[in-house]
Nanobody, 126 residues
Framework: QLQLMESGGGLVQPGGSLRLSCAAS????????IGWFREAPGKLREGVSC????????YYADSVKGRFTISRDNAKNTVYLQMHSLKPEDTAGYYC???????????????????WGQGTQVTVSS
């Protein structure tokens, strides 16, 4: 069974950090560009970041640039999202996804998610 499994979410104070992980089961992540998306009640779904198969190309939403870093370790079949300087507005469910163009982050990557994991909740609050 093909699965993407996110982990690493939790409750953190404003200004804090978290690292999310996205692990694949049933398939190899090496061949896929991977995106991180987030959803919060009352807000539109937002593409947070995308990473190419090699990790050589990365993309970020303006709202997280300079604070979040996406990376991948293909040997561990895992993609990471390191989040620093977290703000209350970062509170959301975070999901990793494959992309409609499976091998690259297209120009409209933030609207091109395909297969989703079950998500992990990030809550930023004092």
């Amino acid at each position: 069974q093909l699965q993407l499994m996110e982990s690493g979410g939790g409750l953190v104070q404003p200004g804090g950090s978290l690292r999310l992980s996205c692990a694949a089961s049933g398939f190899t992540l090496d061949y896929y560009a991977i995106g991180w998306f987030r959803e919060a009640p009352g807000k539109l779904r937002e593409g947070v970041s995308c990473i190419s198969t090699s990790g050589g190309s990365t993309y970020y939403a303006d709202s997280v640039k300079g604070r979040f870093t996406i990376s991948r370790d293909n040997a561990k079949n895992t993609v990471y999202l390191q989040m620093h300087s977290l703000k209350p507005e970062d509170t959301a469910g975070y999901y990793c996804t494959t992309m409609i163009n499976p091998t690259r982050c297209s120009s409209n990557w933030s609207h091109s998610s395909s297969f989703w994991g079950q998500g992990t909740q990030v809550t930023v609050s004092s």
